[in-house]
């Protein structure tokens, strides 16, 4: 695209026109701005490339079309000249597939790494915590008043409590007992217990197709791993001054790759939120243990709902500004023999 010095689109060729969703006669003339609910580059930089020739590229432009469509894209804006009037040519590339595919396997690594390290760490933790709350049952039984029994019993009291913690670390120890299942019953349960939570203050839409097949899943590791999702966006609209808003939607996905596998159909479920957004430093580490946006938070409940996915050969995924966040959650059609 070229801009002119009113930052409005004088020019775009084919491929812009279809990136950005628009024909050649709506986007001409076109501010700039105008394309877009969110661009991660403030305007006044291509102001001041217009204006004092200063190029600049940025490898991972986050935008929001104005479809609400959002997108990764590599820019480079670089000025132009012609019959003394000063213009921008803007490059784009979207970069979403090829970034995914690579953060994919990144993160797939560092969460099994995580993982590791979490579980050796509990398994270490769990030897010693059943010994002391074996010697305080036995001191318990010898001490003669109340009043110590009353200590005794605060130490099993809190040796179980992270015996609980411990073994929310180390995770499902069996694989998913797979059966055709009804999503959108799962998905009526689960949100039927969020509702009763939190009572009549959030607002829930639904958006399903009543075409979606039964899939072979384990229904109550599913219905953990929505609860987890669901409860975290509850949360985060508590902290947000908008009207809590909470959309649901099923969908079939053709021919998704997913830890390097291809699968011909699979069951997509969106949970979208109108919360604050994810802050930009958790994003990378969203899935891993023991991290938390919540200073009352585990950090667990992510992890493990990763974990249970990907016990079903699935992928969760998460695209987040301000005022949106959507975790996506795929889950092939598989057959039962896979597990």
């Known amino acids: 695209m070229v801009l002119d010095q009113q930052l409005n689109i004088c020019f ?19 501010g700039f701005d105008l394309l877009f609910r969110h661009l991660s580059i403030p305007m006044a930089k291509f102001r001041y490339c217009v204006e004092q020739h200063n190029d600049f590229s940025d490898s991972e432009v986050q935008v929001i079309l104005i479809d609400s469509r959002p997108m990764l894209l590599e820019l480079n804006c ?28 990144q993160h797939e690594n560092q969460h099994q790494a995580a993982r590791g390290l979490v579980r050796g760490l509990a398994h270490e933790i769990k030897n010693p915590l059943g010994g002391i709350r074996g010697a305080a049952q036995l001191l318990q039984k ?10 005794t019993g605060l130490i099993i009291e809190q040796s179980d409590r992270l015996r609980k913690l411990v073994d929310r670390l180390l995770g499902p120890n069996k694989p998913p007992a797979v059966e055709p299942v009804n999503i959108h ?38 219905q953990q791993t929505l609860l987890n999702i669901l409860r975290n966006a509850v949360q985060a609209m508590s902290q947000h001054d908008t009207a809590a808003q909470l959309v649901v ?28 957004g994810i802050p930009k430093h958790l994003k990378d580490t969203l899935f891993f243990p023991l991290v938390s946006g919540s200073a009352s938070g585990t950090g667990l409940g992510l992890s493990i709902s990763q974990t249970l996915i990907h ?25 039962k023999e896979v597990y």
């Open 142 to 151: 010898q001490l003669p008043s109340d009043d110590l029994k009353e200590f």
């Open 311 to 335: 016990q079903h050969q699935g992928r969760i995924d998460c695209d987040s500004w301000p005022g949106h966040t959507e975790f996506i959650l795929l889950l092939p059609f598989i057959s």
């Open 249 to 276: 939607s099923t969908r079939i996905k053709q021919h998704q790759t997913i830890h390097g596998r291809h699968h011909k159909m699979c069951l997509e479920i969106k949970i979208i939120d109108n919360g604050p």
């Open 78 to 105: 670089s000025a132009l000249v012609q019959d003394d009037q000063h213009y921008a040519l803007i490059e784009c590339k979207q970069v979403d597939l090829q970034k995914r595919i690579v953060q994919e396997s």
């Open 12 to 30: 775009a060729n084919n491929a812009a026109c279809v990136l950005m969703g628009q024909s050649e006669k709506r986007i001409a003339g076109l």
């Open 185 to 222: 019953l799962v998905l009526g349960k689960t949100l039927k217990l969020v509702k009763f939570e939190q009572g009549d203050n959030l607002d829930i839409k639904f958006d399903y197709d009543p075409s979606i097949p039964a899939i072979d899943i384990d229904a109550e590791l599913i």
